[in-house]
């Protein structure tokens, strides 16, 4: 039986060192509260970012390749009020789940996906596989304004249609 890999964007983000991955998984109730509110859910992750911070959200996409229908991108969700980071995210979408404008607006990753699911009233649920720590390295440090050998709390998602075709892979990482 082939076994999926829930970490499968992460490991684009960090490309040749991915077999490396500073990554423990925790069972959820290991996460520090602050950490466990914002990903111990069924929900996305969008709209629950933009409530605890009082904030809209903006997509600063860092890195994508498009391998046919298929989109893996890895960005930075950030409040629009400051454009402090709220999120790192890795996602692969399956560009096939949508019509031609919101496909479109997906390419375009201005706005994030879970914004998008809600403009456009597209149905789905949030299915979440697992959660983890994270050792940030520099990369990571930059992008979420951390620090050298921190531990950062992160979890594992599919966004499904009704059906139960997968819209979106993803791993979100939070600040501290």
Do not use: W
Not at 15 to 20: F, P, T
């Amino acid at each position: 039986m082939l076994e999926i890999d829930i970490l499968a964007p992460l490991r684009f983000f960090y490309g040749l060192a991915s077999r490396d991955l500073p990554v423990t998984f925790v069972p959820p109730e290991a996460l520090p509260e602050r950490d466990r509110h914002l990903l111990a859910h069924s929900q996305d992750m969008t709209s629950r970012l933009a409530d605890f911070h009082g904030s809209g959200l903006i997509l600063d996409a860092q890195a994508s390749t498009r391998m046919g229908d298929y989109l893996v991108r890895c960005s930075v969700l950030r409040r629009k009020d400051t454009h402090a980071p709220v999120e790192f995210g890795a996602i692969g979408i399956d560009l096939g789940c949508f019509a031609d404008e919101p496909r479109l607006r997906v390419l375009e990753a201005r706005i994030p996906l879970g914004g998008l699911l809600q403009h456009y009233s597209i149905p789905f649920t949030s299915h979440p596989r697992g959660y983890f720590q994270i050792v940030i390295d520099h990369r990571l440090e930059d992008l979420l304004q951390g620090e050298p050998g921190q531990i950062l709390y992160g979890r594992c998602n599919e966004l499904r249609q009704p059906d139960g075709r997968v819209i979106a892979e993803v791993a979100e990482i939070l600040p501290r």
